[in-house]
């Protein structure tokens, strides 16, 4: 796997086909969902689960609010429709990748470089904040507030309710809350989208909002996993655009010669 992943996606970046060049180009997060089973097992090399970093979430959590607002919220705003609303929210974080990149093959005032350029830096900003979120996963391990002991939130809901309660017992792994993955990755396609597509800034942002505030509500996140994510994706967001895309660089240097 490790010698196809090497060659593979460099000839099919070559491709002139433009399904063969997007798989060359988006391969790496297609392969997450190998990287994220595999931390069931990464997680245990530092830390036992039971030697999560939960307690020490829990009070700061406790010293900067007062309360658990990862336990509060549900209890206070006890409602289906808005729990089944942030199950939705927190379920767009499986397709706004796509939806960026729908976003880009529609759009007509783009070149075909420059389509391509932004395949590669979206690509690039979300392959980097997933590697290093699984990467923390392994040497710092914390559970959430849903697996630690609050168990899942007490309200009723619908289909997406449905969905997520699936996801959750059949495959979610415990040591994988901070920073939230969900919110990390899901502002790189949010960002990108305000960047270059302005017309839909307001709805990816309505949804991005909604996305954040699930992460507590449905008690998947404590506040400060939310917090922790946003900082490493504009950390990520920074360092790549100062860095900028050296390969791509390269390639074209060398075909003016």
Not at 131 to 146: E, M, S, V
Not at 155 to 179: C, D, E, K, S, Y
């Amino acid at each position: 796997m490790a010698v196809a992943i090497w060659f593979l996606p460099p000839w099919l970046r070559s491709r002139r086909h433009v399904a063969a060049r997007l798989l060359g180009e988006i391969y790496l997060p297609l392969i997450f969902p190998l990287f994220y089973t595999e931390l069931q097992y990464l997680g245990l090399i530092f830390f036992s689960f039971e030697s999560s970093l939960d307690p020490g979430l829990i009070h700061m959590e406790q010293v900067i609010f007062g309360f658990q607002p990862s336990l509060r919220w549900s209890e206070v705003w006890p409602w289906p429709w808005f729990h089944e609303l942030m199950e939705f929210a927190y379920f767009s974080y499986y397709f706004l990748a796509v939806i960026f990149l729908v976003l880009v093959f529609r759009a007509r005032d783009l070149s075909r470089e420059a389509r391509w350029d932004a395949v590669r830096e979206f690509v690039r900003d979300l392959s980097a904040v997933m590697l290093i979120c699984y990467t923390l996963y392994t040497i710092f391990p914390a559970w959430g507030p849903k697996y630690f002991r609050a168990g899942f939130v007490d309200v009723g809901g619908w289909v997406f309710t449905r969905i997520m309660l699936h996801i959750h017992q059949n495959g979610a792994i415990l040591g994988a809350a901070f920073p939230s993955s969900h919110v990390a990755a899901s502002f790189i396609p949010w960002l990108h989208t305000w960047r270059r597509f302005p017309r839909h800034r307001w709805w990816m942002t309505i949804l991005f909002i909604l996305l954040c505030m699930s992460t507590v509500y449905c008690r998947y996140h404590y506040v400060v996993d939310v917090a922790a994510g946003m900082m490493l994706s504009i950390f990520v967001v920074y360092t790549m655009d100062r860095l900028g895309d050296t390969a791509r660089d390269r390639l074209r240097n060398f075909a003016r010669f």
